[in-house]
């Protein structure tokens, strides 16, 4: 049965959905063990600054400068930042789900995710995600980030989508709550099998046999 209202839009989060996250906690333990640094002094340093590199007002090489090179290091900035981009993988069911939605129903897609500049430059560009995604509303770019809902009214200006018409994929519990308080139908993305089950409840079917593929 079609659903009453259609869907136009769709709005995506990058890390946890197309993406593995770019450069969470897990990542810097990583990066702690193989570059051997305190990880309790390197995480305390992160989050002092790391909404301000997000929101786009600090480079990657000045983050690096107050996170890990405010001392001299064995390693230089290049080997970190390599290893850095390096933790980015993809989640390629997702992303080939989301292009076949998009050519079956025109759907406009919107990332609307909290990336530093040069780490979301890489993604986009490594992975690819230009070739599907029309607009970046990028905490980095539009210089604010989730939970603040005015990146979910930044990214409905840019599209020009009313809330009814969009439904959004986020992995984060409280992302998701917000974009639902803005009246956006929203996903709690957990899997690649149930988000497809919720997308075509929405009536985002695909007929190419997507829907059955395993997780």
């Avoid at 769709?10 to 959905?17: E, K, Q, R, Y």
């Avoid at 993406?19 to 990583?30: F, N, Q, V």
């Avoid at 990657?60 to 933790?87: D, H, I, S």
């Avoid at 979301?120 to 905490?139: C, E, P, Y």
Wanted: one cysteine or more; hydrophobic letters at 40%.
């Amino acid at each position: 049965m079609k659903p009453s209202t259609e869907i136009t839009t769709l709005f995506l989060d990058i890390g946890g959905v197309l993406l593995t996250d770019g450069w969470d906690h897990h990542a810097r333990k990583r990066a702690a063990t193989k570059f051997k640094l305190k990880l309790d002094e390197m995480e305390d340093r992160h989050h002092l600054t790391f909404d301000t590199y997000e929101e786009g007002k600090l480079t990657l090489k000045e983050y690096l400068g107050r996170v890990v090179f405010y001392q001299k290091r064995p390693f230089t900035r290049a080997q970190f930042r390599r290893f850095m981009f390096a933790q980015s993988k993809p989640y390629p069911e997702m992303i080939e789900l989301v292009r076949k939605l998009k050519a079956k129903h025109g759907l406009k897609i919107a990332v609307v995710s909290n990336e530093a500049r040069e780490l979301n430059s890489h993604r986009i560009r490594t992975f690819k995600l230009d070739k599907f995604v029309d607009s970046f509303v990028s905490s980095c770019f539009v210089h604010v980030r989730k939970p603040d809902a005015d990146i979910f009214r930044l990214a409905l200006d840019i599209t020009q989508a009313p809330t009814w018409q969009v439904v959004y994929i986020e992995n984060t519990p409280m992302f998701v709550q917000v974009a639902e308080g803005l009246g956006i139908r929203s996903i709690l993305h957990t899997d690649y099998r149930s988000t497809c089950a919720k997308l075509a409840s929405f009536g985002l079917q695909n007929d190419e046999g997507v829907l059955h593929g395993t997780s």
